[in-house]
């Protein structure tokens, strides 16, 4: 692989491992800092809530401006956030500092969104000649790398720094990943897509249109339901993770650590297995489906670490599975001159239940307990499951 080429990759991976220390960290210092499941729930809806609702914005900007431009802004702009979150947790104390970190998290979260888009609508012309399927491999192991290392530099690094010290490594990641993108942008010599001119267009022509195909096109609407009930259970775990195993269940932050670890492997083998199978018509969604709600099933009734992290591990791995069967299923159905627009709105969709879930933790956990919530929202997502399987058969039938 050549120089540039590793520069590009480079800049994925610190861009991805900087994004996932702070998802690591915002849980972790908000629980250590309150000891209450309920202010974590609360910290990850604002969190991940201002990730989703960019979406659709970020998706008509990355087709109305160069996205290179928009990919290195959207590094830069994290970096100022971390930055401006590490002087104002030094300058305040006790909840003013925690609500400091969430909202500096909260900003680099619509900053990633950005620069997720941006970098979807670039990556089929970053390496002229060379097949998109392989650039889309090597992209996603340097993001999968990124997730890895998260936990491990993240937990590493708070036990030598205040939490405000490892926000500024974060800061220094963003601005290393798009060191590494200058380079590349330099060594650059085909052509980049540049945005079409929107000139006049109002900002609702593109949206009217996502929100046409979404109530028009048949099977699209199940799709949507069924990713909403996956993420419910996906966001209660995420929000209550560093709260149950550290507070409910004793372990320590590095168990912790190593439980995130354990997660992000798991799902580089599952995302591996599911490449080298052959799967038929939904089997890849139904067994997803099946493995997730045993996951969140296993973590609601969880009286011991290990049937825990077993649960966690349950959620965590089979996600992206289900993810693939999703964004197969999203492509056979969205006409492709209007995929990008829709896919925007989809993924906010999609993805609402999220900071929903975290939400419900914040009015609904007692303490480091959030047994009752996750079992409320497990059956959620049970619930929508069956619904959506009734309609299927009903359809069928008619």
Same mark, same amino acid.
């Given at each position: ?12 991976l ?5 994004? @996932? ?13 309150? +000891? ?5 729930? &609360? ?12 979406? %659709?914005?970020? #998706? ?5 401006? %160069? ?17 401006? +979150? ?7 104390? *006790?909840?003013?500092?925690l ?28 390496? %002229? +000649? ?5 650039v889309?491999a ?11 290392? *998260? ?8 036990? &030598?720094?205040?939490?405000q *010290?490892?926000?500024?490594c974060?800061?220094?990641?963003f ?9 590349w ?5 085909? !052509?980049? %897509?540049q945005?079409?001119?929107?000139? +006049? ?12 195909h &979404? !109530? ?7 799709l ?8 419910? /259970?996906?966001?209660?775990?995420q ?11 004793? @372990?320590? !932050? ?26 038929? #018509? ?13 996951? #969140? ?8 670490p !290990? /049937? ?13 599975m ?6 197969a299923?999203r492509?056979?159905i969205?006409?492709? @001159? ?6 925007g709105?989809? /993924?906010l969709?999609n993805?609402?239940? @999220? ?8 009015? *609904? ?6 047994r009752?919530? &996750?079992?409320?929202l ?16 009903t359809?069928?039938?008619?």
């Amino acid at each position: 692989m050549r120089a540039h080429h590793l520069s590009f990759y480079s800049s994925l991976l610190l861009s991805r491992l900087a994004d @996932q220390v702070l998802l690591f960290l915002v849980p972790l210092v908000v629980y250590q800092q309150t +000891g209450s499941a309920s202010w974590t729930g &609360i910290a990850f809806f604002i969190e991940t809530l201002t990730r989703f609702v960019a979406f %659709p914005v970020c #998706g008509v900007l990355s087709d109305r401006h %160069p996205p290179l431009r928009l990919l290195r802004q959207s590094q830069a702009l994290r970096a100022l956030s971390c930055v401006a +979150g590490l002087a104002a947790g030094y300058a305040l104390s *006790g909840q003013a500092a925690l609500g400091a970190l969430v909202l500096a998290s909260a900003a680099c979260g619509v900053f990633t969104t950005q620069g997720v888009m941006a970098r979807e609508v670039l990556l089929p012309h970053i390496f %002229p +000649g060379e097949r998109f399927e392989r650039v889309l491999a090597h992209a996603q192991i340097a993001d999968q790398l990124g997730m890895v290392a *998260g936990p491990v530099v993240a937990a590493a690094a708070l036990a &030598i720094w205040p939490w405000q *010290g490892v926000l500024g490594c974060s800061a220094l990641m963003f601005v290393l990943a798009d060191a590494a993108l200058a380079w590349w942008q330099r060594q650059h010599t085909g !052509a980049l %897509p540049q945005g079409r001119s929107a000139v +006049g267009e109002s900002w609702w022509v593109p949206l009217r249109t996502a929100l046409a195909h &979404i !109530a028009r096109l048949p099977g699209l609407k199940p799709l949507i339901a069924l990713a909403a009930g996956v993420n419910l /259970v996906v966001g209660v775990t995420q929000a209550t993770a560093a709260a149950m195993l550290t507070g409910l269940l004793g @372990q320590s !932050a590095a168990a912790y650590a190593q439980l995130q670890t354990a997660g992000a492997v798991l799902t580089v083998l599952v995302l591996a297995w599911v490449a080298r199978a052959h799967w038929r #018509g939904h089997a890849l969604g139904v067994w997803s489906y099946a493995l997730l709600l045993v996951g #969140g099933l296993m973590t609601a009734w969880a009286a011991h670490p !290990a /049937v825990y992290a077993l649960g966690f591990l349950l959620v965590i791995g089979f996600d992206k599975m289900f993810s693939i069967y999703i964004r197969a299923a999203r492509q056979r159905i969205i006409p492709a @001159q209007d995929f990008g627009k829709t896919s925007g709105v989809v /993924v906010l969709l999609n993805n609402l239940t @999220q900071p929903l879930a975290g939400l419900a933790v914040g009015l *609904g956990a007692q303490g480091a307990d959030a047994r009752g919530v &996750i079992a409320v929202l497990v059956v959620g997502m049970g619930v929508i499951g069956v619904a959506v399987l009734v309609l299927a058969a009903t359809e069928q039938h008619t």
